[in-house]
């Protein structure tokens, strides 16, 4: 396969279509150069960035995705370091507190600002109180270039916690963001491989934690263990490797 | 930056899995985490990985004057680099605490046990010896960087082979890799750090701490020991005190590591070896 992507490449190829930072995205397939009041809107997702001389161009190495409803771009790739974007849900830890903010790592650069009040129900009388060390379940709310990220603990159009809010007892394991954003998806193979033995809570942050509960420790290591390794893992071998943590316990 | 604090679920969720007799991990208190090693192209360069930690080996050598007063004795110095690609929380040109503790103890462990030979260096008393340098990359911290550390540092320097001197009267010829088999160094002994973390008042203690596992500790002990049970160095910097008979159990845990750790090493230069003749041939 190759690593650059041609016009060509974009309509013989099936398969994955990789692209390296640099690439260039294909105009014709995306429809982006025509020009007039006929031309399509586009939407460009994580990895791709409008460049001056209105091409595409892809930041980030991966696989590059299209969807048609909406005709949305994006690449999907994998890191280590998270990078905030507005509207994603994520796991922090509290590591400060002001008057009007906590402050909350969540894996990003700065740590995250989240306004003591952007709880549900939260008035200046009424408020949580967090310590130092809390670990919280929250939306990113603002995420702009060189300021710090913004965090709320609330949906923002009912203003109910729609399970946003503090995480209590539990374990917190840090997994790459490719495989937090696999296990977001309801059909996530190790996750209904894992309930079929064990019931328990769990949490996804976009941000590469994954915060789990179960009624015993030894459980809960367990699934942390298996999500783990279930990264590089097809469906059977995947199958096998719970199947031979369950025996073992 | 400083690395953030764990979150106090995680905090409590460790201390319970240890009461109840369990790692994070999975592994038993005193299991040491998969221990690989691969070998670079050149003599002298090995990556060692330890769990997720990994640390990269690399030994060169010139040729120098010694000093006046030990005019037969080489040189044998190490290079720890301790940079952001492991952790956000170290950066280029400062050291950390951690990072002086780091070399100091490597040095303390290699050098003062006498684990290489430096009067075998010498070529011309007074005149030239030969001066060997060990540079320590730290590529990824998941903790316990210094038994990694000193594992990659005693193994590059046993895959190490410098290049053959002939010395007639005055002169000395440096013969070149192609010209003639370069010789290995003379190592006495493998040291071999084994690093403990204390919990509970020092009523639970582990082996191969990882990252969480160090920052949740009350307290640690280096133990560096050959597989001659000979023990070279001991470092406790601090934490919590501890009783006489625990110290002795350590050792106990820790000569049974390094004879497993001192084997694992010998196989693999034996490997490499027999892949170097293969290849030559």
Known sequence: MTSITTDQDMEQTPGPNIVL??????????????????????????????????????????????????????????????????????????????????????????????????????????????????????????????????????????????????????????????????LLDPKSLVLRLLGQHISFEMATGMNGRVWIHSTSTKHTILICNAIKNSEYLDTQECATMVKNLVQKM | MKEADPSTNEREFLLQALKDGARIDGRKFYDFRTLRLEFGSEYGAVEVQLGNTRVLAKVSCEVIRPYTDKPTEGFLTFNTELSPMASAAFEVGRQTDEEVLVSRLIEKAMKRSRALDTEGLCIVAGEK???????????????????AACIAAI??????????????????????????????????????????????????????????EEQVKEGDMTMTLNVHKEVCALSKAGGIPMDLDQILQCTRVAIVKVTEITAQIQAALDTDAKKRQVSRK
């Not at chain 1, 009041?37 to 980030?60: E, F, Q, S």
């Not at chain 1, 503090?166 to 374990?171: I, P, V």
């Not at chain 2, 340098?133 to 316990?144: A, P, Q, S, T, W």
């Not at chain 2, 010789?183 to 990882?210: K, Q, W, Y």
Request: net charge negative.
């Open chain 2, 155 to 212: 193994t590059a320097l046993l895959h190490f082979r410098r290049p053959d001197v002939t010395v007639v009267g005055e002169d000395v010829t440096i013969h070149t890799l192609e010209q003639r088999n370069p010789v290995p160094l003379s190592v006495h002994h493998i040291p071999i750090c084994v690093t403990f973390a204390f919990f509970d008042n020092g009523e639970r203690m582990i082996v191969d701490p990882t990252f969480l």
């Open chain 1, 21 to 182: 930072p640099g690439d260039l995205l294909p105009p014709t397939a995306s429809g982006l150069l025509e020009d007039g009041p006929t031309a399509p809107v586009i939407k460009l997702g994580p990895g791709l960035h409008p460049m001056d001389d209105d091409t595409i161009t892809a930041v980030k190495a991966g696989v590059l995705k299209h969807s048609e409803i909406g005709n949305r771009w994006w690449v999907e790739s994998n890191q280590r370091r998270y990078v905030a974007a507005a509207g994603e849900s994520v796991i922090g830890v509290v590591v400060g507190k002001t008057v009007e903010h906590y402050k909350v790592d969540i894996g990003t650069a700065q740590p995250a600002l989240l306004g003591v009040l952007a709880f549900e129900g939260a008035t200046k009388r009424n408020k949580p109180n967090l310590n130092i060390g809390a670990l919280l379940y929250c939306r990113i709310s603002l995420a702009n270039k060189d300021m710090e990220p913004e965090l709320e603990c609330m949906n923002p159009t009912t203003g109910k916690a729609d399970g946003y809010g503090e995480l209590k007892a539990g374990f917190v394991s840090k997994i790459s963001l490719g495989l937090a954003r696999r």
């Open chain 2, 129 to 147: 010896v030969w001066s060997i340098r060990v540079d320590i990359h730290f590529l990824d911290h998941d903790g316990n960087l210094v038994d």
